[in-house]
């Protein structure tokens, strides 16, 4: 079995930009599981391993290899493929800041990002906003999909926020704006899809694959998992020629997205007595929060996973005013850096 590498995404800038070394070959990562990756290269799916050197090295989550990395390939003595080097990565798209240790990759080498809202109830400006923020660090582009576009239109408010970024109107019940994306599909494109739950992103992903590959919510309810073929791959080649990346991470963007106060109610409500403001209930003296801990009142488990979202969240924890003001500056760079940003989405 020989297989075509450009229907997972290779272009000739891969292969220039990837020194593989004698008898190493090229791959790419299209699933990650807890200690091993699924990599396809010409000769089919094979699992493998980082090497030691490259996990002895690695300085911050970000040195191991993600789905969506090129990545090079050797066969140690017991035929266990490693993986011995990740070529430079076009784009990451990450939760926190991909050089520290708490960092995250999400998935790596996406040229464009669907940010998917609902035209009904899902709409939210200050989400899409986050959004846009979270693809632009990634180097991907944003391209805005309003989805079920058969339930109703709220394109004006969206233009507010969304300065030059393409924003497609489609439903998948209709099809609808569907031939929009295409241009965001052709060959040697990856994508990704971001939003939250319920959107219509798996519908979606389904229409353009032809076939109903991921479970939708509808189907899901209906218990009826047997119409679906089960796919372990996060990285899933699109009849168009693109290919779309759909990692467990990716779903939980939509997670750490969602208002901490909210789930974290008695934590939020503890917060107010703390003697800071700014108390992130690590040390500071005066935190009515470990007080809370110390008596048993909160368990430290669910401080921690409030602290680790918290830190998540920072990362997009400016506030609207900040957003607003800084949107133009952040996102280009200036008035000049809008227009090129705009021509290289009328590039073909
Ligand atoms: P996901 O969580 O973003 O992957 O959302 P799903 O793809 O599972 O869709 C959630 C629900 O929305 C399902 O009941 C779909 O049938 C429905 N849905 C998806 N796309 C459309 C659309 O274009 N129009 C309408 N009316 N419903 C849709
Ligand atoms: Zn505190």
């Known amino acids: 079995m020989t297989i075509n590498l450009i229907k997972y995404g290779l272009t000739t800038a891969v292969q220039a930009d990837l020194t593989k070394e004698n008898g190493q070959i090229l791959g790419r990562i299209i699933g990650q599981h807890r200690?091993?990756?699924?990599?396809?290269?010409?000769?089919?799916?094979?699992?493998?391993?980082?090497?030691?050197?490259?996990?002895?090295?690695?300085?911050?989550?970000?040195?191991?290899p993600a789905v969506g990395d090129w990545v090079c390939l050797s066969s140690s003595a017991d035929n266990q493929a490693q993986i011995e080097a990740i070529a430079p990565r076009q784009s990451v798209l990450a939760r926190g800041a991909v050089n520290r240790q708490d960092g995250q990759i999400i998935a790596t080498n996406i040229n464009t990002i669907f940010i998917c809202m609902s035209l009904n109830a899902d709409f939210n400006v200050r989400r899409l906003e986050r959004y846009l923020t979270i693809a632009w660090d990634s180097g991907a582009l944003p391209v805005i999909v309003l989805t079920k576009a058969d339930l109703a239109t709220k394109l004006r408010a969206v233009a507010d926020v969304s300065v030059g970024v393409p924003t497609i109107a489609c439903s998948a019940e209709t099809g609808q704006g569907l031939d929009e994306l295409q241009p965001y599909l052709t060959t040697g494109q990856t994508v990704a899809f971001v939003g939250s739950s319920g959107v219509g992103k798996s519908t979606l992903i389904n229409r353009l694959l032809g076939q109903d590959i991921l479970a939708t919510k509808s189907i899901?309810?209906?218990?009826?998992?047997?119409?679906?073929?089960?796919?372990?791959?996060?990285?899933?080649?699109?009849?168009?020629?693109?290919?779309?990346?759909?990692?467990?991470?990716?779903?939980?963007?939509?997670?750490?997205?969602?208002?901490?106060?909210?789930?974290?109610?008695?934590?939020?409500?503890?917060?107010?007595?703390?003697?800071?403001?700014?108390?992130?209930?690590?040390?500071?003296?005066?935190?009515?929060?470990?007080?809370?801990?110390?008596?048993?009142?909160?368990t430290s488990e669910r401080l921690q996973s409030y602290q680790k979202l918290q830190r998540e969240m920072s990362y997009q924890g400016l506030n609207s005013r900040q957003l607003e003001q800084a949107k133009i500056q952040r996102m280009f760079g200036g008035k000049q850096a809008m227009k090129r940003v705009k021509q290289r989405y009328h590039r073909d």
């Open 35 to 64: 200690d091993w990756y699924q990599v396809i290269t010409t000769a089919g799916e094979r699992s493998a391993q980082v090497t030691g050197k490259l996990a002895y090295e690695a300085a911050s989550p970000a040195a191991f």
């Open 220 to 298: 899901r309810t209906d218990d009826d998992k047997g119409r679906h073929t089960t796919t372990s791959r996060q990285l899933i080649p699109l009849p168009t020629g693109a290919c779309v990346i759909d990692t467990p991470g990716m779903r939980e963007l939509q997670i750490f997205m969602g208002d901490l106060n909210q789930t974290f109610a008695e934590i939020a409500a503890l917060a107010t007595q703390c003697k800071f403001n700014d108390c992130t209930h690590t040390s500071e003296p005066g935190c009515a929060v470990r007080a809370a801990v110390e008596v048993g009142t909160v």
